[in-house]
């Protein structure tokens, strides 16, 4: 299977658990951000995403939160499930700037039954 | 289907030879890119393009090379400048350059003989 797991943080939950994951950026100037999700050997897939001027945004069975004074993200995802297992990544973009967002490293969830 | 399509999905390299990694797309999008993933990295720029016959530098462009001769197409050719080429490709699209979020394909694996 795809390495791209290897080094990277991890979180390891088990199934039916409440993941929470987070993500740090350093552009005060950044007023996008973007979750996407990697499983083994495939390409990102869009989760969600939220604008600055939002705190909070829920999905199915997703909510984003941030905390703009601390430059903070977190991704939440409830009742997980083994199919949540992945790589996680935070994205972010200031617009004025590059229209390309900005990659952080991910974060590596394992889900055990 | 709509969507992005790379081949191969695993290439090997030989010293001293160039590759051209293959990606294709069907959603209509103006703009393409392509990152390089390495373990426990997030993902880094290697170029991109807003339209067609267009195409810019990305982080870390040195020692690969893109076309845009159409819509749907944006190959990128890993030659042998590129002293470290092992990592893990991956194209991207976006509708436009101002659209945020990028749709990714399913990558290819390339590794140094």
């Known amino acids: 299977g795809e390495s791209v797991g290897l080094h990277l943080p991890t979180l390891s939950v088990q199934e039916g658990d409440n993941s929470i994951i987070n993500c740090a950026y350093s552009?005060?100037?950044?007023?996008?951000f973007i979750w996407y999700k990697q499983e083994s050997g495939k390409g990102p897939q869009f989760i969600i995403d939220?604008?600055?001027?939002?705190d909070k945004r829920q999905g199915q069975r997703v909510t984003v939160l941030l905390n703009k004074t601390v430059k903070h993200l977190s991704l939440q995802i409830a009742a997980t499930q083994p199919g949540d297992s992945a790589v996680y990544f935070c994205?972010?973009?200031?617009?004025?700037?590059?229209?390309?967002?900005?990659f952080g490293r991910g974060t590596s969830l394992i889900v055990h039954p | 289907d709509g969507g992005i399509t790379q081949s191969p999905k695993y290439l090997f390299r030989k010293e001293g030879q160039n590759v051209t990694l293959s990606c294709e797309q069907n959603?209509?999008?103006?703009?393409m890119y392509w990152y390089r993933q390495d373990p426990g990295q997030g993902l880094r720029l290697i170029y991109y393009?807003?339209?067609?016959?267009?195409?810019q530098k990305g982080d870390i462009a040195e020692g690969y090379s893109v076309s845009r001769e159409k819509k749907e197409s944006f190959p990128l050719t890993v030659t042998s400048a590129q002293k470290n080429p092992t990592a893990f490709y991956l194209c991207?699209?976006?509708?436009?350059?101002?659209?945020?979020?990028?749709?990714f394909g399913a990558g290819t694996r390339l590794s140094v003989l």
């Open positions: 991207a699209s976006s509708m436009t350059r101002g659209e945020n979020i990028q749709y």
């Open positions: 552009n005060s100037a950044s007023d996008y």
């Open positions: 939220i604008r600055s001027n939002m």
């Open positions: 994205a972010e973009k200031a617009s004025g700037g590059s229209y390309i967002p900005t």
């Open positions: 959603l209509n999008h103006d703009a």
């Open positions: 393009s807003q339209i067609v016959n267009d195409f």
